[in-house]
């Protein structure tokens, strides 16, 4: 594995750190030996061939799946089986899918009130303050009425951002958010989270938009097959690969 380059040590506060973390389904090795140390506001996207572990690894972070072997810390909250450090580091992380998963039958302003109301017990009137100070962050007050339903997949991704930023996370978690949207859509959504990073949040992101990992990430990592092959700062990552493995897949994206 390649170290972390100096450069990128942008802060001495370190958001998550995973130290030589194994993950198993069963009998299939799926995560090996990663260590990775994300100080606060790094912008990292991760890339690599389907099936490399990027989902798994990320879903690992807020305990939506679990490792077996390592250390996982978040926050400074130790990732283990004790319910109340997992109830502390999901609410300190946000995460958006690939599928938005909005709640049907809720409105657009239910849906971003839900959590904050009965997890971060905050008062109706209030969250749905919060809740349309997100909206209009992301640019679509006027859908909070709507049902998901109503809007294009677009909108509904960016209700999904919103909704994860009502519970004022620390860090935000992407899971190939553009990736289920048509192309039209596609910038919208990389447009609110370009704004995001831009006031600082940190953030990891699972991402076939190499543009975007261009203009907006600090660092890119490489997995494949469950490793941390190799990681840079973009320039460096797309100019210079270092990897066989990295550049077979360049080759094939770019
Ligand atoms: P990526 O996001 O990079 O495409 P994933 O993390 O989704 O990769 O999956 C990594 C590997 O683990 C794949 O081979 C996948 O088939 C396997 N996998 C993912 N989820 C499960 C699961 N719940 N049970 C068994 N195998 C899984
Ligand atoms: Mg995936």
Not at 75 to 100: A, Y
Not at 118 to 136: N, S, Y
Not at 144 to 162: C, E, M, N, T
């Amino acid at each position: 594995m390649t170290e972390q380059p100096a450069a990128l040590q942008i802060s001495d506060e370190i958001a998550i750190s995973i130290e030589n973390m194994n993950k198993w389904y069963g009998a299939f090795h799926v995560l090996r030996d990663i260590d990775l140390t994300v100080y606060r506001g790094e912008r990292i996207v991760i890339a690599g061939p389907s099936g490399s572990g990027k989902s798994t690894l990320i879903r690992c972070i807020n305990a939506l799946e679990e490792h077996q072997q390592g250390k996982i810390i978040v926050d400074g909250t130790l990732l283990s089986s004790d319910l109340k450090n997992i109830d502390r580091i999901r609410s300190e992380v946000g995460m958006v899918f690939q599928h938005f998963n909005l709640f049907p039958h809720l409105t657009i302003l239910e849906n971003c009130t839900l959590a904050p109301i009965w997890v971060r017990k905050i008062p109706k009137r209030e969250a749905e303050d919060i809740a349309m100070h997100f909206l209009e962050k992301v640019k679509i007050p006027e859908q909070a009425d709507k049902y998901p339903g109503q809007l294009s997949g677009g909108q509904q991704q960016r209700v999904a951002i919103a909704r994860s930023l009502c519970m004022r996370p620390r860090i935000m978690l992407f899971d190939e958010p553009t990736s289920a949207l048509d192309p039209e859509m596609i910038k919208e959504v990389l447009d609110t989270m370009v704004a995001l990073a831009e006031e600082g949040m940190t953030m990891l992101c699972v991402t076939h938009e190499m543009g975007f990992a261009r203009q907006v990430a600090n660092r890119v990592i490489f997995m494949d097959q469950g490793q941390i092959v190799e990681q840079n700062e973009p320039e460096e990552f797309f100019n210079n690969p270092q990897s066989d493995r990295t550049k077979l897949f360049l080759s094939q994206i770019l």
